[in-house]
């Protein structure tokens, strides 16, 4: 009886624990079993592995092929050291594999990282080829075949030749070393730093795997706004002992440089870049680091920007400081990227142009090892900006675009926004300094100019929290960042469909709708925040909520009242000729453009322009009823996702699925908050009706105006 009673309960407990728990820690690495009878060319293509270990990155490679074969497949598929039959994949380089040395597969063409996968014949059998000129390539390869069968793509016939476009693709964590994220909402720090170097905790792995998983090469570790412990001997111990997980994945470790350093660890009166002193100090780091990571990356650089010290504090420029750590790093093969993300104490007339005020007289000016890195707008990522007139401007310097992954400006973790179109609109845009095709994407993958560096970097949304990314949906912007980088020309739906086909279903009845979901998300947002080019409206510090009525900052470019400038007469940032004039900073043709009111795209035009309320848009509405129709629509788009998934129950495992749910269902009280708060404040100022039809804001403007966010997550 006793027995029975245990059975009983043991069969229960059983019962009660998912075959894998699906909490979204695997990302879109799942490897699930895919259905052997709709995906018979699996079973057909794929029977065997030949293996080809030798170095840590080739047996990383073998490892993973390994397990995604195996649970993709629904069985193991045998090692073997040649191929025995029909169905082989061989994978390695012409060094590794005398198999691939004897092919002719053109790697020449795939440069140091690419990777050739061919349909071809090995010892007479029919064989599946991963080729690479180095290791890095071939783990790149492998998680290309892959995504492959992850998103039941055919199997055979193949012939896919790749290589990156850009060379650095690399992640910003702004983690501070006491575990704190800035911008960050999906936890504390994944670098446990008080328990490095001795406990590898197994996510470094898994994170080394993700990443390279879409051919990110470099992990910044610690926060732009640095401390300069993180170049103490104690934490380059740690820094190291990440630097040799991250190595076997082709991921190499960089570390923020605070300027002021040689001052706060080395007892020096001066940071000055020109100083003997201050030079021998960075060489002599920098050589240390050197003994620890014989494979660090370089350094990143905020400097002269919200506070942080730098070269100007010496009347010296951001050339002189950049060059000064270059010609140290050089030697080791290391690099500089500077951000070019600085606006200075004195109040400006416009923050938008200062930037480029600042670097484009050192265009030419910078050691060949530095890149100058640049956010995607001028601003400070919103959710629509126009591109960085940067861009086009610095013909002789490379320029490395910064994304931000992290939804500080973009609803935080909870609301559902796929940034690929984001990415995919700023490097779209065409700067026309070369004519027409003169794309932010062609210079930044280095073709306009003809840069030797080139590169892609994007603030990490990685913390903790179990999903990774704070919630299901955000890893498909890590996932996104990674194709993007990789290639700045990719397409953002195609990119989505596969993060979404492997991280969920290929059911079509799914795949479908949540893919229209996710590509209609990020404009849903800037309906519901700060449509027609209005921006920075969000609340002080936290960046949570709106703030539209916030003007009492110490600083005028702090206060979203001065970016929307609105009054009796109408609302935006005159930026034209007879404003600020920062549209002078884009190339003539864009330029003509941008300053004209007419010729101003809609989506940009408060961006550009102070408008009057009864301005006509196109629609034949005036701008304020526009206004308020963005705002209505960007809610009711938030109502029609929730219910596009609510009818995905079932489709996709209930864990995930009420996740989801219940953030689409925070997503949508916020977007109305978003809208109702907006409009209650700007109709307080434009004093007109709303449109016909449509619903007045729940509450008064001082009820808005009343909520506070003391302990909202990520603020600096
Ligand atoms: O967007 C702003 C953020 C700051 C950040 C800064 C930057 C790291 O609000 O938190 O600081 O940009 O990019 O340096």
Redesign the pocket.
């Known amino acids: 009886m006793k027995h029975r009673l245990l059975l009983v309960c043991l069969a229960a407990f059983a019962l009660s624990i998912p075959a894998a728990a699906e909490d979204g820690y695997d990302l879109w690495l799942r490897y699930r079993a895919a259905d052997a009878a709709a995906y018979p060319e699996l079973a057909a293509t794929v029977r065997e592995l030949v293996g080809g270990g030798g170095t840590p990155t080739l047996a990383a490679a073998e490892r993973e092929l390994s397990r995604g074969l195996n649970g993709l497949g629904g069985a193991d598929v045998p090692l073997v050291a040649a191929p025995t039959r029909d169905g082989a994949i061989v994978f390695g380089t012409p060094r590794s594999s005398a198999a691939i040395a004897a092919l002719t597969l053109d790697l020449g063409r795939v440069g140091p990282e690419g990777y050739v996968i061919r349909s071809t014949a090995v010892n007479g059998r029919a064989t599946t080829v991963i080729a690479a000129n180095s290791d890095a390539g071939v783990l790149y390869g492998a998680f290309h075949f892959l995504r492959l069968i992850q998103t039941r793509a055919p199997l055979r016939a193949l012939d896919i030749v790749s290589r990156p476009r850009t060379k650095i693709r690399v992640l910003n964590h702004?983690d501070n070393l006491d575990g704190h994220v800035?911008?960050g909402y999906a936890g504390q720090s994944i670098w446990d730093w008080h328990k490095l170097p001795l406990w590898l905790d197994p996510r470094y792995t898994d994170y080394a795997r993700a990443c390279a998983s879409v051919g990110i090469n470099g992990s910044v570790l610690t926060?732009?706004?640095a401390n300069a412990t993180s170049l103490t001997p104690a934490y380059l111990e740690k820094a190291a002992a990440l630097a040799g997980v991250m190595r076997t994945y082709g991921v190499r470790v960089y570390l923020t440089a605070r300027f002021s350093a040689p001052m706060e660890l080395g007892g020096l009166k001066t940071a000055d870049p020109l100083d003997p002193a201050v030079r021998t100090w960075w060489k002599a780091k920098v050589d240390e680091i050197y003994r620890y990571i014989p494979d660090f990356g370089g350094f990143l650089v905020?400097a002269n920007?919200?506070g942080q010290p730098g070269p100007q504090d010496y009347k010296r420029t951001h050339a002189d400081g950049a060059n000064m750590l270059a010609e140290v790093l050089a030697p080791h093969g290391g690099i500089v990227m500077w951000?070019a993300?600085v606006y200075s104490n004195e109040t400006p007339t416009d923050r938008a142009k200062q930037a480029y005020d600042e670097f484009v007289p050192l265009d030419g000016k910078f050691a060949d090892n530095v890149l100058v890195q640049v956010?995607n707008g001028a601003i400070?990522?919103q959710p629509r900006e126009p591109f960085h007139p940067l861009f086009g401007a610095m013909p002789k310097t490379p320029l490395m675009m910064e994304f931000?992954i992290t939804k500080?400006?973009l609803g935080f973790a909870t609301h559902l926004t796929y940034l690929g179109p984001l990415f995919e609109e700023a490097l779209e845009s065409d700067t026309l300094v070369k004519g027409k095709g003169s794309t932010v994407a062609k210079i930044v993958d280095g073709e306009l100019h003809g840069y030797k560096l080139t590169g892609m970097a994007g603030?990490a949304n990685i913390g903790a929290d179990r999903n990774w990314s704070g919630s299901q949906f955000d890893q498909a912007n890590w996932y996104a960042f990674g194709r993007f980088a990789w290639d700045p020309g990719a397409d953002s739906r195609a990119i989505a469909q596969d993060w979404l086909r492997m991280t969920f279903s290929n059911d079509a009845r799914f795949v479908q709708p949540v893919l229209a979901m996710m590509m209609g998300s990020r404009e849903a947002v800037v309906d519901y925040m700060t449509p027609l080019g209005l921006h920075h409206l969000m609340d002080t510090g936290h960046?949570y909520g709106p703030g539209p009525w916030v003007g009492n900052l110490s600083r005028a470019d702090w206060n979203p009242t001065y970016y929307h400038r609105s009054d009796a007469n109408g609302i935006g940032f005159e930026r034209g000729p007879k404003g600020s004039g920062a549209t002078s900073q884009y190339s003539p043709q864009a330029a003509a453009r941008f300053s004209d009111l007419k010729k101003t795209p809609e989506n940009l035009l408060l961006w550009f322009h102070h408008v009057p309320w009864d301005h006509r848009m196109s629609s034949g509405r005036t701008l304020w009823d526009e206004l308020v129709l963005h705002y209505t629509h960007g809610v009711e788009v938030v109502s029609q996702m929730r219910v596009s998934w609510a009818a995905q129950q079932g489709r996709v495992d209930a864990e995930r699925f009420a996740q989801v749910a219940a953030f689409l269902a925070i997503q949508e009280q916020e977007a109305r908050w978003w809208r109702d708060a907006c409009i209650a404040y700007f109709q307080s100022i434009s004093r007109r009706p709303l449109p016909a039809g449509v619903a007045a804001p729940a509450q008064p403007l001082e009820y808005y105006q009343s909520l506070k966010f003391p302990y909202a997550p990520g603020h600096?």
């Open positions: 702004w800035e911008r926060n732009v706004n905020k920007s919200e951000r993300f956010k400070d990522f931000q500080e400006y603030v960046h600096g």
